[in-house]
T-cell receptor, first 112, second 110 residues
Framework: DVKVTQSSRYLVKRTGEKVFLECVQDMDHENMFWYRQDPGLGLRLIYFSYDVKMKEKGDIPEGYSVSREKKERFSLILESASTNQTSMYLC???????????FGSGTRLTIV | KNEVEQSPQNLTAQEGEFITINCSYSVGISALHWLQQHPGGGIVSLFMLSSGKKKHGRLIATINIQEKHSSLHITASHPRDSAVYICAARAGGGADGLTFGKGTHLIIQP
């Protein structure tokens, strides 16, 4: 079964910390995505990547960066965590534009 | 920017009822996705469609491109269908990622 694995289900970090969220897929997919999900706002795209070392800003990239050094791994980085970044973070991957998305189980991140 | 609207926001029904969830979008799209999210957060992709109708078990998804509207139907609903159902639109013209609706919270009571 194809899989997108996010390293943590729950994470608590302090304001100002640098936070890394990891996502690994085992499907050899070209495209990977990071979303955040907040009540009343739905899912919003933070960053996505078409290929290794490629990245594109989504709708809400401020305060975040990403890294894709290997095809299977897409990392989301909160440079200096703030309380308004408390959210559910979901990673997804996709083979190409004619295929559906596979989502990870999500990381519920709390910044205190 | 594409706007994606879902209705209803919340829906409670009895086991066995026929369920319809609606999704409308504001600009032309290349594909429309229906997703299911159970408590705990994981999201499963149910359908991707760009025209017509798709069926998988008791789930049916339809799309009307001219009217910019899609529906998700569940026949013979069951308590295990209780979840949040999310539609998401992918715009054409080379744009990527998805624009999501806010979701429909469905509860099927036994």
């Amino acid at each position: 079964d194809v899989k997108v694995t996010q390293s943590s289900r729950y994470l608590v970090k302090r304001t100002g910390e640098k936070v890394f969220l990891e996502c690994v897929q085992d499907m050899d997919h070209e495209n990977m995505f990071w979303y955040r999900q907040d009540p009343g706002l739905g899912l919003r795209l933070i960053y996505f990547s078409y290929d290794v070392k490629m990245k594109e800003k989504g709708d809400i990239p401020e305060g975040y960066s990403v890294s894709r050094e290997k095809k299977e791994r897409f990392s989301l980085i909160l440079e200096s965590a703030s309380t308004n970044q408390t959210s559910m973070y979901l990673c997804a991957s996709r083979a190409d534009i004619s295929y559906g998305y596979t989502f990870g189980s999500g990381t519920r991140l709390t910044i205190v | 920017k594409n706007e994606v609207e879902q209705s209803p926001q919340n829906l409670t029904a009895q086991e066995g009822e026929f369920i319809t969830i609606n999704c409308s979008y504001s600009v032309g799209i290349s594909a429309l996705h229906w997703l299911q999210q159970h408590p705990g957060g994981g999201i499963v992709s149910l359908f991707m469609l760009s025209s017509g109708k798709k069926k998988h078990g008791r789930l049916i998804a339809t799309i009307n491109i001219q009217e910019k509207h899609s529906s998700l139907h569940i026949t013979a609903s069951h308590p295990r269908d209780s979840a949040v159902y999310i539609c998401a639109a992918r715009a054409g013209g080379g744009a990527d990622g998805l624009t999501f609706g806010k979701g429909t919270h469905l509860i099927i009571q036994p």
